[in-house]
């Protein structure tokens, strides 16, 4: 099988042969360097994903506490609120997991209106499972031609 990936809500989903990853840029390189789920995957994408929000709380409130100070200045906060608006868009995938899932563990996919939740075994055998929200079309028929989604 060739190697494919889609994008979804919060980055990308890469599969081969092998595995489907969730990346939050879609480079195999990045997937490559990927582990299974577990409880030290599951901490790093914690810890990542608070301080992303952390930051982005920073920005917001600095935003927000200036448009206050600048209030007779409404261009200026319009400006911080658009500024807001592009930063929030380029952290959007900073904010989903990164970890690889084999494909041999995977139990089943379900479909859901936008998205799908894939129930797998994670590193310590464990079942477990992923929500993916807003998939990419492309997603649904990549994951229907590798038999992963039945339609």
Do not use: C
């Amino acid at each position: 099988m060739e190697k494919q990936y889609f994008k979804y809500g919060s980055g990308y989903v890469n599969i081969d042969s092998e595995n489907l990853y969730l990346t939050n840029s879609g480079n195999w390189q990045e997937a490559r360097d990927l582990k299974e789920k577990s409880p030290k995957t599951k901490r790093q994408n914690s810890s990542r994903i608070l301080g992303n929000n952390i930051f982005l709380f920073i920005v917001f409130a600095s935003v927000l506490i200036g448009g206050f100070f600048l209030l007779e200045r409404g261009r200026i906060f319009l400006g911080g609120v658009v500024l807001l608006f592009f930063v929030l868009r380029y952290f959007q995938p900073e904010m989903g997991n990164r970890y690889k899932i084999p494909l041999s563990k995977i139990e089943s996919i379900e479909f859901f209106e936008k998205g799908i939740t894939i129930h797998f075994r994670n590193e310590a055998n464990e079942a477990d499972k992923e929500s993916i929200d807003n998939v990419d079309p492309k997603g649904f028929e990549i994951l229907t031609q590798i038999n992963l989604l039945k339609s």
